[in-house]
């Protein structure tokens, strides 16, 4: 049994693109975004604040007050708090996902929950900003994301210096190794 209580919400994208949030113990949030990591928001209640992706799936709250949560993003929509609430994003879960997350519980599909932290320090919170930051001034490339889901499916840990290399000449060569699922047969084509 989870030590979270779960709180489900939806989210509404207005015209000015902003968010419409409406959790479903009655709260609602209005959000938009105020650069690459922040969010701004207030809720029905008056409270309001910022809400910053620091990095390694770790969000701080921060609310006007002075007060800081952290969270975790677990995927699929969930968010496990520091103040023991786990909000669920109700709107990403559609088609057959969504039914099967639904019928089983999120839960005993996706896995246990990695805790956020409850406290953090400065050179903490700095750490993680700098490490996101390096991490998205690296371009992502079509071979490192073809590589990680062909380790992926083979059930081993992807590695750089096993990354195969690209120019504009050789795209079929990606497309072979992103659709041959890791099969001995296609490893060695590549190889090639």
């Known amino acids: 049994m989870s030590q979270y209580r779960e709180i489900h ?26 650069g690459d990591h922040y969010v701004q928001w207030q809720d029905n ?12 799936r770790i969000i701080k709250r921060r609310y006007t007050t002075g007060q800081v949560v952290y969270g975790r993003d677990q995927g699929y929509g969930r968010t496990a708090w520091g103040d023991g609430t786990m909000t669920v ?4 879960f559609g088609g057959r996902t969504g039914a099967i997350l639904a019928a089983v519980g999120a839960g005993a ?3 246990a929950i990695v805790a956020p932290p409850l406290l953090m320090s400065e050179f903490e919170e700095d750490e993680l900003r700098r490490q996101a930051s390096s991490n998205s001034s690296r371009p992502a490339t079509v071979a490192t994301a073809v590589t990680a889901v062909t380790a992926a499916a083979a059930g081993t840990t992807p590695t750089t210096a096993a990354a195969p290399t690209t120019t504009s000449a ?22 090639r």
Not at 89 to 92: G, Q
Request: net charge positive; proline share 3%.
């Open 89 to 92: 994003n109700r709107t990403s």
């Open 45 to 56: 209640a008056g409270r309001s604040g910022i809400d910053e992706v620091l990095g390694d």
């Open 109 to 111: 599909l996706l896995g």
């Open 170 to 191: 050789e795209p079929d060569r990606i497309l072979e190794v992103s659709t041959c699922h890791a099969s001995p047969r296609c490893r060695a084509a590549v190889r």
């Open 9 to 34: 919400y939806t989210d509404e994208l207005l015209s000015d693109r902003s968010v419409h949030r409406r959790f479903a113990d009655g709260r609602e949030e209005w959000r938009r975004r105020a």
